[in-house]
């Protein structure tokens, strides 16, 4: 029985060498390469855009928020959680490149576009803190359009 428990133990250390040099042998991931971008205008970045939203100090899960952006630089964000809505509104303001809006209550949240150096791909990236001293970031995509269903006509 040793013999046999000892063979095994052999095999598996094989087999896990060999699955170690495999899958070090495997290409690396290709990794983004982010370039902070200056938002030439407000329309560049209108429309909606999605991201998980990450709170620090931490919390147990992470939330989905949508951002739309209005072409005067209105904003709306809103994400549904288990046990509530985080939802707001406001004005956004281009500075240098930037975008940046202040809330009633002492919060104050900035935007910065970054794109890929390898493709066309772009994201916002939001940081913001609340009156609360809380602090969130996102990398916000833009969110797939949607394509209403045509109406049919009554003839």
Request: hydrophobic share 40%; charged share 25%.
């Amino acid at each position: 029985m040793t013999k046999l428990k000892r063979s095994l133990e052999m095999i598996a250390v094989i087999v896990l060498i060999q699955v170690m040099v495999a899958c070090g042998s495997m290409a690396p991931k290709e990794t983004r390469q982010w370039q902070p971008t200056a938002i030439p205008d407000l329309k560049s970045v209108a429309g909606k855009w999605e991201g998980l939203l990450v709170r620090n100090p931490r919390t147990r899960d992470d939330d989905w928020v949508t951002f739309v952006i209005g072409e005067t630089g209105t904003y709306e964000f809103v994400s549904y959680r288990m046990i509530s809505v985080f939802a707001g509104k406001g004005k956004l303001v281009l500075t240098d490149g930037k975008l940046s809006a202040k809330s009633e209550k002492g919060g104050q949240m900035t935007l910065q576009l970054l794109a890929d150096s390898g493709s066309s791909d772009r994201i916002l990236r939001a940081e913001a803190k609340d009156g609360e001293g809380f602090y969130y970031w996102v990398d916000l995509k833009r969110a797939p359009t949607t394509l209403s269903p045509r109406r049919q006509s009554d003839s």
